[in-house]
């Protein structure tokens, strides 16, 4: 009896150890099947003037990256990678950019900065490049040959959205779609003066475009003088740089002004038809021009189904939160487009901390992105191959949509 109470008592002991041997097992291989978090920071206005870019364009970025990691984010060396992006508000200002940068890499302990479109990429840039993190940003009338950038002081820096490429790239596409126009009428509000508009001056007379430039100061609300100046120089066709509400105000008052027949534009993403309706009023806002990221509309510039498709899905998801159509498609070229870039470019690599190997991949690298396939160029115009494509799509609002209108893809810089 003795004999079989102890063998019992070994059975059941092995088959203790050997659950907790399994459970051991789970539990380790469950860890070990745990996604990484890579952290990502975005300095960005939260607060003041451009504030409601991020309120509509914050949201479906934030429901992509949700979309990406659900659908198993990406991979380093077999192991599962998911993002977490974190935001904070830079007051568009160079103290605000150089704080926010500060909290972002010594505080929240990103890793990389993407996304950043604020004017205050001096402030930014020193802060990531000192402390060896990758910056994703625009280029812009600092960020230019010539500008503050300089590429032994700054290696760390990448440029995911080429602005001031696309801004001239768009004048370009203008003056083809209307062959027949007589002047383009530039405008900017003071803010606006640097480098970077000097280098588009030459970039346009090269080209032969006729232009004009006007410029008025932060806050303006009557451009009566403005629309003035442009008819005495003979403009048909007003682009400005990015100011949409301003953009929208002159497109009001030239219509009420009796210039019924200019085309007027912003390099700036159309916020919502609705909005710009509202404030131009439904005539004077038809056939207003803005730049367009809408993927799934792109004729001339391939696009990999699996980012359309997801890209639409967001679209939706961000419909059905409104309870109505959601129709904003600048999103998709900025932070998530950058961290697309970023997530090949550790994949490639093998690593998400040695940023020097993943700088290695990304200078001249060719990525699949939201926006399309391109290689970073730009080895002679800014000293290093660190400049992204874009597929140059503008759109126009017909009735209560926005429709795309031309595309003129921005060729690879040298």
């Known amino acids: ?14 088959v203790m150890i050997f659950g ?20 990502v920071g975005l300095p960005t206005p939260l607060s003041g003037p451009a504030m409601p870019w991020n309120e509509i364009g914050i949201p479906p970025g934030m429901e992509f990256i949700k979309l990406f990691n659900e659908q198993g984010g990406f991979k380093v060396n077999g192991k599962t990678h998911h ?19 500060k909290k972002l890499i010594y505080e929240d302990k990103v890793k990389f900065i993407a996304g950043h479109w ?14 060896d993190v990758i910056f994703l940003t625009r280029t812009g009338n600092e960020a230019v040959p010539g500008g503050v950038y300089n590429p032994r002081k700054m290696p760390y820096t990448v440029f995911g959205t080429p602005s001031h490429e696309m801004f001239v790239n768009d004048v370009f ?40 430039m006007e410029w008025y100061p932060v806050g303006t609300m009557d451009f009566a003088p403005y629309i003035a100046r442009f008819a005495e120089q003979g403009c048909d066709i007003i682009y400005g740089a990015g100011d949409v509400t ?14 019924k027949h200019w085309k007027v534009g912003t390099a700036g993403t159309i916020l919502d038809p609705n909005i710009a309706i509202e404030i131009a009023g439904y005539q004077a806002a038809q056939g207003f021009i803005g730049q367009y990221f809408g993927n799934w509309d792109f004729k001339k510039t391939k696009v990999n189904p699996k980012w359309t498709k997801m890209c639409k899905e ?69 000293g290093s191959p660190i400049l992204f494509g874009s597929p140059g799509t503008l759109s126009m609002i017909k009735g209560r949509k926005e429709v795309l209108f031309t595309e003129h893809p921005l060729k690879p810089l040298p």
């Open 118 to 131: 604020s004017w205050n990429f001096p402030s930014v840039s020193k802060v990531a490049n000192r402390a």
């Open 246 to 259: 301003s953009a929208l105000m002159f497109t009001s008052q030239r219509w009420e002004m009796g210039y």
């Open 314 to 382: 967001v679209m939706l998801r961000m419909s059905k939160k409104q309870g109505k159509t959601f129709t904003y498609t600048g999103w998709i070229g900025w932070a998530v487009n950058h961290m697309m870039i970023l997530a090949q470019a550790m994949e490639k690599a093998g690593t998400i901390d040695d940023t020097d190997k993943i700088m290695e991949v990304i200078r001249g690298g060719t990525f699949d992105t939201l926006t399309g396939t391109f290689t970073m160029s730009g080895e002679k115009t800014y």
């Open 173 to 212: 596409a203008l003056a083809e779609a209307f062959p027949n126009y007589k002047k383009i009428g530039l405008v900017d509000s003071n803010l606006g003066k640097g480098k970077g508009w000097d280098i588009a001056y030459e970039q346009l007379n090269k080209a032969g475009i006729r232009w004009h």
């Open 1 to 14: 009896m003795k004999k079989w109470n102890f063998i019992t008592a070994v059975l059941v002991m092995m």
């Open 83 to 101: 993002f977490e992006l974190i935001i904070v508000d830079d007051k568009n200002t160079p103290e605000g950019g150089s704080e926010a940068a």
């Open 20 to 39: 907790m041997f399994t459970i051991a097992i789970s539990e380790e291989k469950a860890a070990s099947d745990e996604p990484i978090i890579v952290k």
